[in-house]
């Protein structure tokens, strides 16, 4: 069973729909001793680095996840839910994030005049590193909606990555971590796909306890 974590600023509602098209079964929950049972978690997110982190603490989710992410169970962050993985952000002043991740989150520089941020749209992925998510799939245009991206990643925990005037880094992982900066339930077929290799992690763990 996967547990979202519902801090009051994801996009449940898409995130819920995708994995009913899997045939996953999850559950939405700000409760930690409910979240706690969950044997995959999904940290989604749109909006503010600050607001959400600030949500996170309020609810005290913050070390729940760290300790989630320190128990082996698979986790992974979509959009804002990925840069919160990381260790800060410069989002309306400098805010301290999970640290789960190395790497800092900054603004997208503007390249060009015709260069629109945020960054709407679909880019193509290039796969850099091996991962299980990438099981089976080859490299295709995924959907970003975002104006920040991860600046200094640890170039080994980089998965795959997109242009837009910089390299985003658009997937991360390390051990059972794992981060989207896009939308992979908005991502056509590569993104379902993607979701289906990251529940295949949660099951294989799920069988094995």
Request: glycine letters at 12%.
């Amino acid at each position: 069973m996967i547990g979202i974590v519902d801090y009051g600023m994801g996009n449940l509602f898409s995130v819920g729909k995708a994995l009913e098209r899997l045939d996953v079964p999850y559950f939405i929950s700000e409760d930690v001793k409910e979240l706690e049972k969950a044997d995959g978690l999904l940290l989604p997110g749109v909006g503010s680095f600050r607001d959400a982190m600030t949500l996170l603490k309020r609810q005290e989710l913050t070390g729940f996840i760290k300790k989630y992410a320190g128990s082996g169970k698979p986790l992974l962050g979509i959009c804002l839910g990925m840069q919160l993985l990381y260790e800060e952000s410069e989002e309306n002043g400098t805010t301290e994030g999970l640290g789960l991740l190395k790497g800092r989150i900054i603004r997208i520089p503007r390249q060009t005049q015709e260069m629109k941020i945020p960054h709407m749209g679909w880019n193509k992925l290039r796969f850099v590193n091996n991962s299980p998510l990438l099981e089976g799939l080859v490299e295709e245009h995924v959907y970003f909606v975002h104006s920040y991206y991860v600046s200094e990643p640890d170039s080994g925990h980089v998965t795959a990555t997109a242009e837009y005037g910089v390299e985003v880094p658009a997937i991360a992982g390390k051990d059972n971590i794992f981060g989207m900066q896009f939308h992979p339930e908005k991502s056509s077929d590569l993104g379902m796909k993607l979701l289906r290799n990251f529940t295949k992690l949660v099951q294989e763990r799920e069988a094995v306890q």
